[in-house]
């Protein structure tokens, strides 16, 4: 249970932080105000009902102009948003997750008709990606993209790349679930973003073994899960406490891909097909693609973080998530990015210690 005073001092204590790049004064507290009328508000998270909530009615046009019409930045916001979440809580790495949000209509921003292969459906709707800083205890979005209706519609590589770019040279990776996007144009976009992935792949998906298993037998494209069969007697428990999940490993490239990312050695940075097993059905459930060193278990448990921004996009819901119904494109955005602090203070007030300061800061070694 949330300590309500220690989240109304949290609110203000974050508020004050992430809406500095605001440049006017009526601007950042409108800002504060708004996050915390949507962090108490019960109800659908629209400017009516957060000015209801805080018992001021007239306080709803000022709310409607600031997500609406005023001219604030939301890069920056965001920025200064993941920059406290991480001094909080360090994360073990980013989760880039979809997001469909259902329309009536096709008036507002990027809404258009597509078949999303998850539900098996077409929708019609808004197609996004939120960027989710993950660790062992928690889940919270720190930024946001909004796909557009166009030529590149319906293909998430260069949505997944753009993120990653906004966060060139991290030491942390992103995970991400790319059964359905070409793999060449999404590693070649987190190469030039020295961004380190782990992807979800299709067992469909073309690879070469980096290896030869047979003498005298050069490496050919094949299916992952055809050459994950190679190495089925390598596999080892993903937790030895729990024999049914297994694993294993082999490098690999990728046909297609044009930009090779060196190693620390100045080598071509190699790739790893990951296979994770259930030995209940004997056959490979889940295939992973990365550029990470480590052992397959220890990277197929980074991998559950994908799984864990999954179970947790309902809690996302009552910080508003889907609670936007203006139509413009930088409207959207503002309402998202306050929807990413709300949902901060949310999770973060919950946890067991204070914030960090910068001071306290140390760095988290990733659990490979």
């Known amino acids: 249970m949330i300590d309500t005073h220690r989240s109304e001092d949290f609110l203000a204590q974050l508020s004050s932080e992430v809406f500095a790049s605001l440049s006017r004064s009526d601007q950042r507290r409108t800002a504060e105000q708004f996050l915390r009328g949507m ?3 019960p109800s659908r998270k629209t400017a009516r009902n957060v000015a209801l909530c805080l018992g001021d009615p007239s306080a709803e046009q000022r709310f ?3 997500i609406a ?9 965001r920025a200064a948003l993941a920059g406290a979440v991480e001094r909080y809580a360090p994360k073990l790495a980013y989760v880039a997750h979809p997001l469909v949000l259902r329309k009536a209509g096709k008036d507002s921003a990027g809404v258009h008709r597509r078949f999303v292969p998850e539900l098996g459906q077409t929708v019609n709707g808004q197609f996004a990606y939120g960027l989710w800083h993950t660790t062992a205890a928690l889940a919270t979005p720190v930024d946001w993209h909004l796909e557009l209706p166009g030529p590149a519609a319906g293909s998430p590589a260069a949505a997944f790349a ?8 991290s030491p942390r990776p992103v995970v991400i679930d790319a059964r359905h996007t070409p793999l060449p144009p999404l590693l070649d ?4 973003a020295r961004v ?9 998906a073309t690879v070469v073994a980096a290896e030869r298993f047979r003498p005298g037998a050069a490496p050919v494209p094949v299916p992952a899960h055809q050459l994950l069969t190679c190495v089925w007697g390598l596999r080892r428990p993903v937790d030895p406490s729990a024999a049914r999940w297994t694993a294993a490993s082999v490098r690999v490239r990728v046909p297609g891909t044009e930009v090779v990312r060196p190693g620390a050695d100045g080598a071509p940075r190699p790739l790893t097909l990951i296979g994770a097993w259930d030995e209940a059905r004997a056959r490979v459930s889940r295939c992973w693609l990365t550029d990470l060193p480590g052992s397959a278990p220890a990277l197929l448990r980074l991998a559950s973080l994908l799984d864990r921004v999954t179970s947790r996009l309902g809690e996302a819901d009552a910080s508003g998530l889907r609670d936007y119904g203006g139509r413009s494109f930088s409207g959207w955005h503002r309402y998202m990015t306050m929807v990413a602090v709300t949902h901060a203070v949310r999770v973060l007030a919950a946890q067991d210690r204070p914030p960090r300061t910068p001071a306290e800061r140390q760095p988290v070694p990733l659990a490979l």
């Open 39 to 41: 962090s108490v508000t």
């Open 64 to 66: 409607q102009h600031f």
């Open 69 to 77: 019409h005023s001219r604030w930045d939301w890069e920056p916001v």
């Open 162 to 169: 753009g993120l990653a770019a906004k966060h060139p040279g």
């Open 189 to 192: 976009g987190f190469s030039l």
């Open 196 to 204: 380190p992935l782990l992807a979800r792949i299709s067992g469909a």
